[in-house]
Structure formats: structure tokens, C-alpha cells
């Protein structure tokens, strides 16, 4: 795998949280599964934090920009 920026030294993070994940943005907040759509989990809603960086350039991998309805069914739980 290759960065935009290049660079090739790309550290594949996971975690395991069951239905302990959680994220706030704003005023929202999530509790539960790791939704999908946010490039921080495989798929829809899982038990896996993944993130891919770049040790390059700092960038976490994945599609960009992340759309709002992608931000809104994350945080209500639909997909």
C-alpha cells in the first residue's frame, strides 16, 4: 500500500471493542459498535477499530472526504 504523498510506510492500527466503541463531533455522540463509512472500521458495524497511517505525512488512509450522510447514519445508526 502506497500514500497519496508517496510514502510507503503505512502502520496498520487495530483494536478490538466489542460494543465499547464510542465517538462524539460536535454536539453528537455514539456509543456501541464500530460504525462503518468513517474509514475506521471494516465494513459495516463491527467489533474493530482499523486505521491505516502514514508515517510519512501523517494522513490516515481510506476515502476522502467522508460524505455528511455517511456522518449522519454513523451517528444514527444506520447504514
Excluded: H, W
Amino acid at each position: 500500500m502506497k500514500c497519496g504523498c508517496g510514502g510507503s510506510r503505512i502502520l496498520k492500527i487495530s483494536g478490538k471493542t466489542s460494543d465499547c466503541f464510542s465517538m462524539s463531533l460536535g454536539d453528537k455522540e455514539y456509543d456501541g459498535y464500530v460504525p462503518g463509512g468513517l474509514n475506521i472500521g471494516e465494513g459495516g458495524y463491527g467489533d474493530y477499530i482499523i486505521i491505516d497511517l502514514c508515517l510519512d505525512c501523517g494522513k490516515v488512509q481510506g476515502d476522502f472526504p467522508v460524505s455528511q450522510e455517511k456522518v449522519d447514519a454513523a451517528f444514527g445508526g444506520e447504514e
